[in-house]
């Protein structure tokens, strides 16, 4: 049986193909066919003919290359298919060599091929790479010998047993070699070069595939591969050498032309890998006695002309004994050898540069002078001298090809891989243009530090590895099982405001409104709320960031515990969330609530915390200084803001916050602590399993003689009604850019047109989810954005509120983003919601406000908020009842005398560069 190799391409090592891109389609670029398509068989026809190569086409889509040469008493027959391990699917791995072992094993017409070859004195085999599997025999010129080799070629093209029987022995015999190349640290470090460079594309897989793939494969998998691309429409078949044209032509019409076209169409595939974005590094450390450095830059297709540039390039730093590279540490002794190699042809691969480093020798300081040599390069153009000679061996490589008859067959399989066999002509005439200006603009543009990936192999007698062992089942990890008892059910709780209202017993405790709402949870569940406030508009000016640090760093430490103390303290009262809203459980709020009121009394704020706080913070806000949606978010609130810098609620810019956070002390902190917290006026609710009694004695023990030194007195909020504006920021580099659009609005809760308008914002894009009419148009029919979307907000006592709507989209797509918004909205203004839209609003809203009633969280903030707007759950009944009531024309009115676009900002943050170069040429 012959060996079958895996190899990265079909091409001598001598030969170092530039490749340059067809400019000018499915024109005919070459010589005109021959006379000799008068006497073709019928159905074939003859298409182009290039330095004594033609091309003919059979009606089943088989395209044959013939090839005739009598200066040699030779023969070959070459078959390509155009599938390689690229179009392997998850799972398959390898798929495309074991399918070309498989090729060998026979069909039921010659079931002994490899006998047959013997028989014949054949020279054969077969080899895999990324885009195309080839099969080739070689013989002595002999009817007899051609007639077979291209009646079995066709015979196993379709009717190839793939049988189970032969997976099950060949499979093992394409284990061994991937174990073999497992030996090989060149081979080992390649396959790894190869996953850490791509993220997503087939490239990133090597041929040979992953052991548990190649082991595991399903016979139903791999015939379905087989038929999908063993097929004459798929294949270029060529035969080269001394042979009668006319037999040869009939011949392979008597054996392929019966293969009747597929009917399937093959897969088209789509995955484009993403732009590099940074150097990337690895080490592999296996037992070996060399050491290797592989250095990789991501580079285009072979059709590319930069493939030219890079491949001149390679050869002229790591050629021997000329290469740069060579001379520069090789001659020198700091490696032993220097190499280059390629990944990838007929879509974008990998241009690599190497070295071999002696056991013991720094492979880190050969990598360095590596990298070097190829910066040196980048500064130093090729010499003419240097260019002509590249010129020269590979039109040397080229002609010595093209002069044996027994070479082109299998080299063509490249050719014919990247889409058409007569590219190998223009490569050859193209490397003659090649100039040092395009090797060096392609040297600079390709051989740059975030382009490439660096892979480094280390001998190492005992690696430390950790094998990952395979779990159990399902069942095995189950079988002696044993369920808990479960806790007491928790009770049947009516979620209607009323009900909440007439459960809730409301007190005081101290300075403290207190709401408590008794009830059986499952698990004895209880939540807790606590708002407190205290100062007033000119005893909190200056101090936002202050207060900010101050409440971020009051479970840092107090005078009895550390911050992981407290983090202790937490879990073991079965505490989750924060210290002023937090769920426990029954048996734990008494203590809970001691443990929060200890903590917000004695804070200590230790240094160190705050030191972790402030970095913290400040490396935050500087990655946030170029990011599109904080951008928008800190503009517009600029724009906004009716409040003097300082005020406690005026917003800042991105620099106001930095200075601010960097000039805070410690001492400040701790003199807000002591000046402000404490119970000047504040709101603890409590909703879940527990002692009314008992928990009405622990929030007094807690907090009852805690009073602030600062008292609150409400500021009241005041509304812009700023000009409107239009405002772009620039944000290199970002794939995502962001839309907003905003103006505000003189409106309060309790107003008659709320109710209207928050409907009206829920059916728009405020809470329809997808179905809203943003979503509907601007992701589902268009599929510009993952999420856009509005917001209605109307004040709770001053009548101070705003209307906006927001979205994300590629910067390409954010101008039709925009259109898409502006024209819904002026949509919606003229003609306005229907019924039909309205009745799924009531529905969702009011469904989505009885949800809200179910958590027990959500209520217990909700009582804080009405006990600081001295109201009750009827309240929320009575909005419902409003939304309920409403009428479509009412919610169209609304929105009309509302929402006016003409007075909307609009803030735009995005790649502009991306966003020109997607937009159509004028």
Same mark, same amino acid.
């Given at each position: 049986?012959?060996?079958?190799?895996?190899?990265?391409?079909?091409?001598?090592?001598?030969?170092?193909?530039?490749?340059?891109?067809?400019?000018?389609?499915?024109?005919?670029?070459?010589?005109?066919?021959?006379?000799?398509?008068?006497?073709?068989?019928?159905?074939?026809?003859?298409?182009?003919?290039?330095?004594?190569?033609?091309?003919?086409?059979?009606?089943?889509?088989?395209?044959?290359?013939?090839?005739?040469?009598?200066?040699?008493?030779?023969?070959?027959?070459?078959?390509?298919?155009?599938?390689?391990?690229?179009?392997?699917?998850?799972?398959?791995?390898?798929?495309?060599?074991?399918?070309?072992?498989?090729?060998?094993?026979?069909?039921?017409?010659?079931?002994?091929?490899?006998?047959?070859?013997?028989?014949?004195?054949?020279?054969?085999?077969?080899?895999?790479?990324?885009?195309?599997?080839?099969?080739?025999?070689?013989?002595?010129?002999?009817?007899?010998?051609?007639?077979?080799a291209l009646s079995m070629e066709a015979d196993r093209m379709v009717?190839?047993?793939?049988?189970?029987?032969?997976?099950?022995?060949?499979?093992?015999?394409?284990?061994?070699?991937?174990?073999?190349?497992?030996?090989?640290?060149?081979?080992?470090?390649?396959?790894?070069?190869?996953?850490?460079?791509?993220?997503?594309?087939?490239?990133?897989?090597?041929?040979?595939?992953?052991?548990?793939?190649i082991e595991n494969v399903k016979i139903e998998n791999l015939q379905?591969?087989?038929?999908?691309?063993?097929?004459?429409?798929?294949?270029?078949?060529?035969?080269?050498?001394?042979?009668?044209?006319?037999?040869?032509?009939?011949? #392979?019409?008597?054996?392929?032309?019966?293969?009747?076209?597929?009917?399937?169409?093959?897969?088209?595939?789509?995955?484009?890998?993403?732009?590099?974005?940074?150097?990337?590094?690895?080490?592999?450390?296996?037992?070996?006695?060399?050491?290797?450095?592989?250095?990789?830059?991501?580079?285009?297709?072979?059709?590319?002309?930069?493939?030219?540039?890079?491949?001149?390039?390679?050869?002229?730093?790591?050629?021997?004994?000329?290469?740069?590279?060579h001379k520069q540490l090789v001659e020198t002794g700091k490696v032993?050898?220097?190499?280059?190699?390629?990944?990838?042809?007929?879509?974008?691969?990998?241009?690599?540069?190497?070295?071999?480093?002696?056991?013991?020798?720094?492979?880190?300081?050969?990598?360095?002078?590596?990298?070097?040599?190829?910066?040196?390069?980048?500064?130093?153009?090729?010499?003419?001298?240097?260019?002509?000679?590249?010129?020269?061996?590979?039109?040397?490589?080229?002609?010595?090809?093209?002069?044996?008859?027994?070479?082109?067959?299998?080299?063509?399989?490249?050719? #014919?891989?990247?889409?058409?066999?007569?590219?190998?002509?223009?490569?050859?005439?193209?490397?003659?243009?090649?100039?040092?200006?395009?090797?060096?603009?392609?040297?600079?543009?390709?051989?740059?530090?975030?382009?490439?990936?660096?892979?480094?192999?280390?001998?190492?007698?005992?690696?430390?590895?950790?094998?990952?062992?395979?779990?159990?089942? #399902?069942?095995?990890?189950?079988?002696?099982?044993?369920?808990?008892?479960?806790?007491?059910?928790?009770?049947?709780?009516?979620?209607?405001?009323?009900? #909440?209202?007439?459960?809730?017993?409301?007190?005081?405790?101290?300075?403290?409104?207190?709401?408590?709402?008794?009830?059986?949870?499952?698990?004895?569940?209880?939540?807790?709320?606590?708002?407190?406030?205290?100062?007033?508009?000119?005893?909190?000016?200056?101090?936002?960031?202050?207060?900010?640090?101050?409440?971020?760093?009051?479970?840092?430490?107090?005078?009895?515990?550390?911050?992981?103390?407290?983090?202790?303290?937490?879990?073991?009262?079965?505490?989750?969330?924060?210290?002023?809203?937090?769920?426990?459980?029954?048996?734990?709020?008494?203590?809970?609530?001691?443990?929060?009121?200890?903590?917000?009394?004695?804070?200590?704020?230790?240094?160190?915390?705050?030191?972790?706080?402030?970095?913290?913070?400040?490396?935050?806000?500087?990655?946030?200084?170029?990011?599109?949606?904080?951008?928008?978010?800190?503009?517009?609130?600029?724009?906004?803001?009716?409040?003097?810098?300082?005020?406690?609620?005026?917003?800042?810019?991105?620099?106001?916050?930095?200075?601010?956070?960097?000039?805070?002390?410690?001492?400040?902190?701790?003199?807000?602590?002591?000046?402000?917290?404490?119970?000047?006026?504040?709101?603890?609710?409590?909703?879940?399993?527990?002692?009314?009694?008992?928990?009405?004695?622990?929030?007094?023990?807690?907090?009852?003689?805690?009073?602030?030194?600062?008292?609150?007195?409400?500021?009241?909020?005041?509304?812009?009604?700023?000009?409107?504006?239009?405002?772009?920021?620039?944000?290199?580099?970002?794939?995502?850019?962001?839309?907003?659009?905003?103006?505000?609005?003189?409106?309060?809760?309790?107003?008659?047109?709320?109710?209207?308008?928050?409907?009206?914002?829920?059916?728009?894009?405020?809470?329809?989810?997808?179905?809203?009419?943003?979503?509907?148009?601007?992701?589902?029919?268009?599929?510009?954005?993952?999420?856009?979307?509005?917001?209605?907000?109307?004040?709770?006592?001053?009548?101070?509120?705003?209307?906006?709507?927001?979205?994300?989209?590629?910067?390409?797509?954010?101008?039709?983003?925009?259109?898409?918004?502006?024209?819904?909205?002026?949509?919606?203004?003229?003609?306005?919601?229907?019924?039909?839209?309205?009745?799924?609003?009531?529905?969702?809203?009011?469904?989505?406000?009885?949800?809200?009633?179910?958590?027990?969280?959500?209520?217990?903030?909700?009582?804080?908020?009405?006990?600081?707007?001295?109201?009750?759950?009827?309240?929320?009944?009575?909005?419902?009842?409003?939304?309920?009531?409403?009428?479509?024309?009412?919610?169209?009115?609304?929105?009309?005398?509302?929402?006016?676009?003409?007075?909307?900002?609009?803030?735009?943050?995005?790649?502009?560069?991306?966003?020109?170069?997607?937009?159509?040429?004028?």
């Amino acid at each position: 049986m012959p060996t079958h190799s895996v190899r990265q391409s079909g091409i001598s090592v001598s030969l170092k193909p530039v490749l340059r891109a067809l400019v000018l389609g499915g024109a005919i670029l070459f010589t005109a066919p021959a006379a000799f398509s008068d006497t073709l068989p019928k159905g074939i026809t003859q298409v182009t003919s290039v330095e004594g190569i033609t091309e003919y086409r059979l009606p089943n889509g088989l395209r044959v290359l013939l090839m005739p040469d009598a200066t040699k008493p030779t023969v070959t027959v070459n078959v390509t298919y155009l599938v390689g391990s690229r179009q392997e699917n998850y799972g398959e791995t390898g798929m495309a060599h074991l399918l070309e072992h498989m090729m060998f094993k026979g069909t039921p017409k010659n079931p002994k091929i490899t006998e047959e070859f013997n028989k014949r004195g054949m020279r054969m085999n077969g080899t895999t790479s990324l885009d195309r599997t080839n099969y080739y025999e070689l013989f002595q010129a002999d009817d007899s010998n051609l007639e077979w080799a291209l009646s079995m070629e066709a015979d196993r093209m379709v009717n190839s047993n793939i049988a189970r029987k032969d997976l099950d022995t060949e499979m093992t015999v394409v284990r061994n070699e991937y174990e073999r190349g497992e030996n090989s640290p060149g081979s080992v470090l390649m396959k790894r070069m190869q996953s850490v460079a791509y993220d997503w594309h087939n490239y990133g897989n090597s041929t040979i595939g992953n052991r548990s793939d190649i082991e595991n494969v399903k016979i139903e998998n791999l015939q379905a591969f087989y038929h999908q691309y063993y097929q004459p429409d798929n294949a270029v078949l060529l035969v080269a050498g001394k042979f009668d044209q006319t037999k040869v032509l009939q011949w #392979i019409n008597n054996s392929f032309g019966k293969i009747p076209k597929p009917k399937r169409s093959l897969p088209v595939f789509w995955t484009v890998e993403p732009t590099q974005d940074g150097e990337r590094s690895f080490m592999v450390r296996r037992a070996g006695d060399i050491q290797i450095v592989m250095i990789a830059y991501k580079v285009p297709a072979n059709l590319h002309t930069d493939r030219d540039a890079m491949s001149f390039a390679s050869d002229i730093l790591t050629n021997a004994p000329h290469g740069r590279l060579h001379k520069q540490l090789v001659e020198t002794g700091k490696v032993v050898q220097v190499f280059a190699t390629e990944v990838g042809r007929v879509e974008p691969g990998l241009v690599i540069i190497g070295a071999a480093v002696k056991k013991g020798d720094s492979v880190d300081a050969a990598k360095d002078a590596l990298l070097a040599g190829i910066e040196d390069f980048k500064n130093n153009p090729p010499s003419k001298e240097e260019i002509d000679r590249v010129k020269r061996d590979n039109a040397n490589s080229f002609e010595k090809m093209l002069n044996n008859h027994e070479s082109i067959g299998i080299s063509m399989s490249e050719y #014919i891989a990247m889409g058409d066999w007569r590219y190998l002509f223009k490569d050859r005439d193209d490397a003659d243009k090649m100039t040092s200006e395009e090797v060096a603009a392609a040297v600079k543009h390709y051989m740059v530090r975030d382009n490439r990936t660096v892979g480094m192999f280390i001998p190492e007698d005992k690696p430390q590895r950790a094998e990952v062992p395979a779990a159990p089942g #399902i069942a095995e990890v189950m079988k002696d099982f044993k369920p808990k008892a479960a806790k007491l059910e928790g009770e049947a709780f009516d979620p209607a405001p009323a009900n #909440i209202d007439k459960r809730t017993e409301i007190s005081q405790i101290g300075n403290l409104q207190v709401a408590l709402l008794p009830k059986k949870n499952r698990g004895e569940t209880v939540n807790v709320s606590i708002s407190l406030h205290w100062g007033d508009e000119k005893s909190l000016f200056g101090k936002s960031t202050v207060s900010g640090m101050a409440s971020s760093l009051l479970a840092a430490g107090t005078s009895k515990y550390s911050r992981a103390d407290i983090d202790d303290q937490m879990s073991k009262l079965k505490m989750s969330g924060g210290l002023f809203s937090y769920q426990t459980t029954k048996e734990n709020l008494a203590a809970s609530l001691a443990l929060v009121a200890h903590v917000m009394r004695d804070a200590t704020y230790p240094e160190s915390e705050f030191t972790q706080l402030r970095d913290q913070t400040l490396v935050g806000l500087e990655a946030s200084r170029n990011e599109p949606g904080a951008i928008v978010g800190r503009e517009m609130a600029q724009y906004f803001n009716v409040y003097p810098q300082g005020d406690f609620r005026a917003p800042k810019t991105l620099d106001q916050s930095l200075a601010d956070v960097r000039s805070v002390k410690l001492d400040d902190i701790k003199a807000f602590h002591n000046d402000f917290y404490g119970v000047s006026k504040g709101e603890l609710s409590i909703v879940g399993d527990m002692d009314v009694t008992a928990t009405k004695a622990a929030i007094n023990s807690a907090f009852g003689d805690w009073a602030s030194k600062a008292p609150y007195t409400r500021m009241v909020s005041q509304r812009a009604d700023p000009a409107p504006v239009r405002k772009t920021f620039n944000t290199p580099d970002k794939e995502s850019g962001v839309y907003a659009s905003a103006m505000t609005l003189s409106l309060r809760e309790d107003d008659e047109a709320f109710a209207a308008l928050r409907v009206a914002n829920y059916i728009f894009g405020g809470g329809a989810g997808l179905n809203s009419r943003l979503m509907e148009r601007i992701r589902q029919k268009e599929g510009l954005s993952y999420g856009v979307g509005s917001n209605l907000s109307a004040g709770e006592i001053d009548p101070v509120g705003s209307f906006s709507i927001s979205g994300t989209a590629a910067p390409q797509n954010l101008a039709r983003v925009e259109v898409a918004i502006k024209e819904e909205l002026a949509r919606a203004l003229k003609d306005g919601f229907t019924a039909d839209e309205l009745a799924k609003a009531k529905s969702g809203l009011l469904q989505q406000r009885v949800q809200s009633r179910t958590n027990d969280g959500s209520v217990a903030g909700g009582w804080n908020s009405n006990l600081f707007l001295k109201r009750s759950w009827a309240w929320s009944q009575a909005m419902d009842n409003k939304i309920k009531a409403l009428t479509v024309e009412q919610v169209n009115e609304a929105f009309r005398r509302y929402i006016d676009p003409a007075k909307m900002s609009v803030f735009i943050a995005y790649d502009e560069a991306k966003a020109k170069a997607a937009a159509p040429s004028k």
